[in-house]
Every structure is written in structure tokens, then in C-alpha cells.
């Protein structure tokens, strides 16, 4: 399957990272965070979970438009809380880049 850019969930890195704030955009504990993920780093994470996805490098979260972080686009096979969530443990697995 292809992932539809349309239907996709996209992660963000700021989702991940330990240095920003909940109100700033990340989406899960500071326990569970990591300090400056990728987006290539997220992509690694959701092809481990067996997830169809796209990279896309050029791309910047809207609260930090002036940064070239990047996302990755999932295809929507879980609810978006729930891949997060998963895809967070996968980041604590994973090697530092």
C-alpha cells in the first residue's frame, strides 16, 4: 500500500523532542521524549513498526516555520494518539544519530 499524502498522519519531530514545551507542540511526556529527533529518525521509527511512509525533508512545523525539521507521513493504519505513541518508544530504542 501507498501512503495517500491526503489521508496521511504527519509526524512532526517537535512531537518528539524533550526541549519543547507541551504548549509549543510536543505530544507526549518528557519521560518518553527524546532530545532532537530527525524526521529521518521518525521515518526509521515507523518503517520498524512495519508502517508505509513518506519523508519529507523540506518541510517546517507551522509554531517553528523558520526551521527546516522536516515530517514524515504515515499511512493512517492507527488512531494518530496511538502511533505517536508507539512511534515515541521506537525513538528510545533506536541509536543516536
Known amino acids: 500500500m501507498t501512503v495517500d499524502p491526503e489521508k496521511a498522519i504527519v509526524l512532526w519531530p517537535s512531537y518528539f523532542d524533550s526541549r519543547v514545551s507541551r504548549t509549543s507542540g510536543r505530544k507526549i511526556p518528557k519521560k518518553d521524549a527524546v532530545e ?3 524526521a ?4 526509521d521509527a515507523a518503517r520498524s513498526l512495519k508502517l508505509d511512509c513518506i519523508l519529507e525533508l523540506e518541510k517546517s512545523y507551522p509554531r517553528f516555520w523558520y526551521r527546516k525539521e522536516g515530517r514524515v507521513l504515515v499511512e ?3 488512531k494518530k ?3 505517536v505513541s508507539k512511534v515515541a ?3 528510545k530504542e533506536l541509536p543516536k544519530q
Open 36 to 38: 532532537a529527533p530527525s
Open 76 to 78: 493512517p493504519k492507527l
Open 81 to 83: 494518539a496511538e502511533l
Open 40 to 43: 529521518r529518525m521518525l521515518y
Open 89 to 91: 518508544h521506537k525513538l
